[in-house]
């Protein structure tokens, strides 16, 4: 099992930025998808999660900026608009899922992208 993001760089603040994330390999099944960051020198935070019955669990800090969305059970997105710079961190994508191997509920993560945003 795999996850790939993609879609980090550098933009400037009010600009905007999507990421991509792809779930690959043995998935019996996703119970849910998301977005994480972590910036430098402080922990990783949830941005946004999504079930798969398609509830949303955002960060108050990204509220009305940031949206996620699936495409189909694998592929999720993170739309993110209005960037401030304290949006700069690397954003990693989360899968909760069960795979084939092991039939066990686990986290997966995807290696990250760095989203900087300059003021």
């Known amino acids: 099992v795999q996850l790939q993001a993609f879609g980090g760089g550098l933009v400037q603040a009010g600009g905007s930025l999507r990421l991509s994330c792809a779930a690959s390999?043995?998935?019996?099944?996703?119970?849910?998808m998301g977005w994480y960051r972590q910036a430098p020198g402080k922990q990783r935070e949830l941005v946004v999660g999504?079930?798969?019955?398609?509830?949303t669990n955002y960060a108050d800090s990204v509220v009305g900026r940031f949206t996620i969305s699936r495409d189909s059970a694998r592929n999720t997105y993170l739309q993110m608009n209005s960037l401030k710079p304290e949006d700069t961190a690397v954003y990693y994508c989360?899968?909760?899922?069960?795979?084939?191997?092991?039939?066990?509920?686990?986290?997966?993560w995807g290696q990250g992208t760095l989203v900087t945003v300059s003021s």
């Open positions: 390999g043995s998935i019996f099944s996703i119970n849910s």
């Open positions: 999504i079930t798969s019955g398609g509830t």
């Open positions: 989360n899968a909760f899922l069960v795979a084939y191997r092991d039939r066990v509920a686990r986290d997966y």
